[in-house]
């Protein structure tokens, strides 16, 4: 263990570096969804597009305090000013099962490059909730079993990290065995104690948030940075009425339609038009609650699906300058609809736990 805390301390003092906000790339969103549906969405918070090729992601799997070759792949591509790029697991064969089940069409759509399609050649991008990623810069080496560290990666430099590389998070009954275990809700966010929060669910990076992680934390708080939405929603009619399979189960629908965009301060331009035209809303996330404060210009607030199908409407009064929302029935990610007294409409996304 000492020769284990030794290796990770030399490993982030030696890439660590004073890193300004909004000047380098950084994970946006993170996908941990059932089966094969795994993805990662990148965010370029400078002005310029960024080649992804001078950089490579890594999974520590199970606690590991190491990562080779094996467990890592370069990126490719390009992320545009201000954009995302969205990297997803490459399974793609309809009549795939098991290990080998594709990933579901919903998010096929949603990705700019497939990555790992052998889990023999590279397994990256196979993580579940319990497994750390690594975002960095470099060229990897060819040798499958060469470490990964500052000595063996040309150009190495930490990007950011998700999760606490060489913590094995425990499941809900405290166990830290296997593929069942997450980060959870409460403190130290290892042992399974509150809710588990990086299993089964998508992780998105919350807009304050202007830089990566580029050392190692010492406990990884999963709400700290990023807000964490289900990994599949159930599908509601107009009326906000559960559909129905021809078995009689609930039809579900993955929750990734917030792949593709990333609302972040950074962008200071859209920062600004959104303070200028939309209410304030929260909290947000809400455990169901949500309260917008209108000011006097909304005469109408549409609770939208992320499928796009309206859910609630409200009508405000002249005189309205606050409206209780009561969203408690719902989870996922909805959108706020607001239309003010100039008939112009914005929208405002809300993530109900």
Known sequence: MKQALLFLSVFFSATLFAQNTCNELFISEYVEGWSNNKALEIYNPTNNAIDLSGYFVSRYSNGATTATVANSIQLSGTVPAKGVYVAVLQKLDPNGTGQEAPVWDSLQARADGFYCPDYNVTNA???????????????????????????????????????????????????????????????PYST??????????????KSTILKGQVTNPSFFDPLLEWD???????????NGDTLFGTSGNPILDGNWTSLGSHNCDCNSISVKETVAIAPSVYPNPSNGIVFIKTQNQVRKVQVVSSLGQQIKEYNLSANQSVLELDLSALQGVYFLRMTNTEGEQTLHKVIIR
């Open 125 to 187: 991008f196979y993580w579940n909730g319990n497994d750390a990623v690594l975002l960095a810069k470099g060229t990897l080496p060819t040798t499958a079993t060469t470490v990964i560290n500052p000595t063996n990666v040309t150009g190495f430099a930490i990007v950011d990290v998700f999760g606490k590389i060489g913590e094995n998070p425990a499941n809900e009954t405290g166990t830290a065995s296997g593929n069942d275990g997450a980060w959870s809700s409460q403190f």
């Open 192 to 205: 399974g104690a509150g809710i588990l929060i990086t299993k089964d669910h998508s992780m998105i990076r």
């Open 228 to 238: 964490s939405i289900p990994a599949v929603v159930v599908r509601l009619d107009a």
